[in-house]
């Protein structure tokens, strides 16, 4: 006599696919909505766009070399100076339109309101955004190395032909009005810096 199937463990194989296609569809789920609270734990795009401020380490930097990071859709530039440049920028002082930073389009934060424009003489941080009309400058070129900035160290915006020298002061009858800025920053320490932050700085 013929055995009878056990009716409760036959599976029916179209049960079978749904359960199969259930299951995956189930683990998608979770796995979309997991994303969205794993990705809240880093700073959203927006976020940096909207000035989140930006951890840069100044080691990889050798002298007389730049590093550019991303503020609020900006570039920064954060040129590591030799003592040579350091000289260089002494020398300016005579040929460059606000020395002092004075002026208040593009106001210097108190801590870089100095010949050097810096917090600390070895580095400079400014926007690398010609005060023009917004195109951005290139360099730094060595002194004799370019027509337009001729003896001196610096940058030039190649759009109009403003020059800047390497505290990112803007040389004197340039069409650029102003000094590069200064964004907000500060040092963590000797090979950390925060820009977009100037707290307790």
């Keep these: 006599?013929?055995?009878?199937?056990?009716?409760?463990?036959?599976?029916?194989?179209?049960?079978?696919?749904?359960?199969?296609?259930?299951?995956?569809?189930?683990?998608?789920?979770?796995?979309?909505?997991?994303?969205?609270?794993?990705?809240?734990?880093?700073?959203?795009?927006?976020?940096?766009?909207?000035?989140?401020?930006?951890?840069?380490?100044?080691?990889?930097?050798?002298?007389?070399?730049?590093?550019?990071?991303?503020?609020?859709?900006?570039?920064v530039w954060i040129l590591r100076r030799t003592p040579e440049m350091i000289a260089a920028v002494k020398k300016t002082d005579d040929k460059v339109a606000d020395p002092q930073s004075k002026r208040t389009a593009y106001p210097t934060p108190p801590y870089a309101s100095n010949e050097l424009r810096s917090i600390k003489p070895e580095y400079l941080v400014v926007v690398g955004i010609c005060t023009h009309l917004g195109c951005s400058p290139v360099g730094p070129f060595a002194a004799g190395t370019n027509p337009t900035l001729g003896d001196n160290m610096g940058f030039l915006c190649p759009c109009h032909g403003s020059t800047f020298d390497l505290a990112g002061r803007v040389f004197k009858d340039k069409p650029a009005p102003d000094n590069l800025e200064v964004p907000p920053y500060k040092y963590l320490s000797d090979t950390r810096v925060v820009v977009g932050d100037d707290s307790k700085a």
């Excluded at 463990?9 to 789920?29: E, F, I, K, M, Y």
């Excluded at 990889?60 to 503020?71: F, L, Q, Y």
Aim: glycine share 10%; hydrophobic share 45%.
């Design 1 to 75: 006599m013929a055995s009878i199937p056990d009716a409760k463990n036959a599976v029916d194989p179209g049960r079978r696919a749904a359960l199969a296609t259930a299951s995956v569809v189930g683990g998608a789920g979770a796995l979309a909505a997991a994303t969205p609270f794993v990705a809240s734990f880093t700073p959203s795009e927006r976020a940096k766009a909207a000035g989140a401020p930006v951890e840069v380490d100044l080691s990889g930097i050798a002298p007389g070399t730049m590093k550019t990071v991303e503020w609020r859709g900006k570039p």
